[in-house]
């Protein structure tokens, strides 16, 4: 009888080994000692992802070198027993926020040397017993403020070699474990118990004002949490690089300030010259120039540190011509605000002992220079113009537009460089008279330098429109270079006027009607009105008359023919 009872024990012995070894994965190991059962996969490539079918009432898991990236929701929820999961060497860059669900008794969660950058900290809520987090060897380069306020029982954290940069001291006074050694009690209370270890070195530490909290919270350590290395080291910025934390002093942030010593500078045509800049900030800021005329060439522009707070901006502009002349501004910016300072560069011709602290004054020759503007293009909302010039030096002269509305003391002003004869404005209003101006720039403009023209006043009657503006605006074109007077006769009229200038321009028309079919078939369009207009009243095909721009008296003889303008003199 007791042979037979000793054999049903070891046969039931045997089938319990069968059933342990037949519930453990291909290619991984199963083990039980005094401490429980134990997964171990060390094969390499052993799975793309975390089996499902794990083992229940595993109390160690142990799966390396794998191809898996993510720990999905719920993976582990059935095995409720889980006290240590390893899970080192893998391919992990995400974990689900749900990832650690059923682990309220897991003590040790080691991921060390996967590719995370983030982890979700809310996560750590489902495994409250947690003492041993390793993140060592990841990617992480973000701790946010609440990131330990769910560990409150930890005692060992490893975040070394990652690539943490800036952290603030309130990640750690939200731990709950830090905020109860505050009490005085507490601590007493606590240092016979073991140690907190925080592994933090090896990571890319920013030391500037942004990590000024930090560094007060690490030299104010002392057990029993202590640093598996007290020795962190700074890797920026560039001069504070190689240097201890305790080494440093880090002051508080501020926004830049942005100084010069010479904000006016006048320099002969040809002279070299280096615009300075200093900007104080902490951080650092970004610092760059701007030129008022975007103009954009190939001028050095380098920095070299004055102080750990102060950088000096060097804008280097070899050469000087007539096209550098005008404002730079150097611009400070950092995640506080930003600040800038202008300097005006003058350039003088040859021969000139202009001071740059005067405004300029135009050449006496410039004074003579014609500018003959028109309006080239019309669209129910904007206007194209053109311009010609008689320059000495077209390839170095900027001109300047002057547009508003006509009865604006301050117009909108435009630079435009040199070789540009157009410009284009859109978003007219409705029954609106404008006033657009070219000069030479750094002038004031002239009665014959400007148009003004009147917008309808219904959007909606699209030819109505267009007809209004284009009958002015043809009349405007022929006396630009006429006196006062007679500008005033034709441009400075209310919309009351235009009804006049329409009949007048009829009457015209139907005088003309002998002098071919071209005209009749092109009325309508901007292109065949500026045609009439052209013939009709300059007589395009006569070369002495392609120069009645350029004699205001001869102009306003032909003019005093029209009703409107008799009773006018020249200003």
């Not at 949490?225 to 001069?239: A, D, H, K, W």
């Not at 113009?385 to 077209?394: D, G, Y």
């Not at 400007?450 to 007809?467: A, L, N, P, Y």
């Not at 071209?518 to 392609?546: I, Y």
């Amino acid at each position: 009888m007791d042979i037979i009872c000793y054999l049903l024990v070891i046969a039931l012995i045997n089938i319990q080994a069968c059933e342990t070894f037949s519930q453990c994965l291909r290619g991984c190991s199963c083990v039980e000692d005094r401490h429980g059962r134990s997964l171990i996969c060390m094969e390499e490539r052993a799975f793309g992802a975390i089996p499902q079918d794990l083992p229940h009432e595993l109390t160690k898991i142990r799966i390396e070198k794998s191809q898996f990236t993510e720990i999905p929701r719920g993976v582990f929820s059935k095995t409720l027993t889980l006290e240590n999961l390893w899970l080192n060497f893998n391919e992990i860059t995400l974990i689900n926020s749900k990832g650690l669900e059923g682990l309220r008794n897991l003590t040790e969660l080691r991921l060390q040397g996967n590719k995370l950058r983030s982890v979700p900290w809310t996560a750590f809520e489902d495994t409250p017993a947690l003492k041993i987090l390793d993140l060592k060897h990841n990617q992480l380069d973000v701790l946010p403020e609440h990131a330990l306020r769910f560990l409150p029982g930890l005692t060992y954290l490893d975040l070394s070699f990652n690539r943490l940069t800036v952290i603030s001291k309130e990640v750690f006074q939200n731990w709950p474990l830090y905020q109860k050694l505050q009490n005085m009690e507490e601590r007493e209370a606590t240092t016979s118990g073991p140690n907190v270890v925080l592994a933090l070195h090896d990571n890319a530490w920013l030391c500037d004002c942004r990590l000024k909290g930090f560094v007060e919270f690490i030299r104010s350590l002392s057990p029993p949490i202590i640093l598996m290395n007290s020795y962190l080291t700074c890797s920026g910025p560039e001069f504070r690089a190689g240097k201890f934390f305790h080494e440093i002093e880090l002051q508080a942030c501020m926004k830049p300030e942005v100084s010069t010593q010479s904000a006016n500078i006048s320099l002969p045509q040809g002279a070299n010259v280096t615009l300075q800049c200093i900007a104080k900030a902490r951080p650092d800021p970004s610092v760059w120039w701007t030129y008022g005329l975007k103009i954009i060439r190939g001028f050095h522009e380098s920095q070299e540190r004055v102080d750990d707070d102060t950088i000096r901006s060097l804008l280097v502009i070899p050469s000087v011509h007539a096209a550098d002349h005008g404002v730079y501004t150097c611009i400070a910016v950092n995640f506080i605000g930003n600040s800038s300072v202008s300097i005006f560069l003058e350039v003088r011709s040859a021969g000139s002992s202009q001071s740059s602290l005067l405004p300029a004054v135009p050449r006496a020759g410039d004074e003579n220079v014609y500018i003959d503007i028109r309006i080239a293009k019309q669209t129910i909302r904007g206007i194209s113009i053109e311009w010609f010039a008689a320059l000495e030096r077209p390839t170095e002269t900027w001109f300047t537009i002057h547009f508003g509305r006509a009865d604006a003391d301050k117009k909108e002003i435009i630079y435009i460089g040199p070789g540009i004869n157009s410009y284009s404005i859109s978003d007219l209003m409705p029954a609106t008279k404008y006033e657009i101006c070219v000069t030479l720039k750094n002038h004031a403009p002239r009665p014959e330098q400007c148009i003004i023209f009147v917008t309808g006043s219904d959007i909606t009657e699209m030819e109505q429109r267009e007809k209004l503006i284009h009958i002015v605006v043809i009349v405007l074109a022929m006396v630009l270079a006429v006196p006062v007077g007679m500008y005033a006769c034709t441009t400075d009229t209310r919309l009351a006027c235009l009804d006049g200038i329409m009949e007048s321009w009829k009457n015209r028309r139907r005088d003309r009607g002998s002098a071919g079919g071209m005209e009749r078939e092109r009325q309508g369009t901007f292109d065949s009105l500026q045609a009439a207009s052209d013939e009709g009243l300059v007589n395009k095909g006569s070369s002495e008359d392609r120069k009645v721009r350029r004699r205001p008296r001869r102009l306003l003889q032909r003019c005093e023919r029209w009703p409107l303008c008799q009773g006018f003199a020249p200003g």
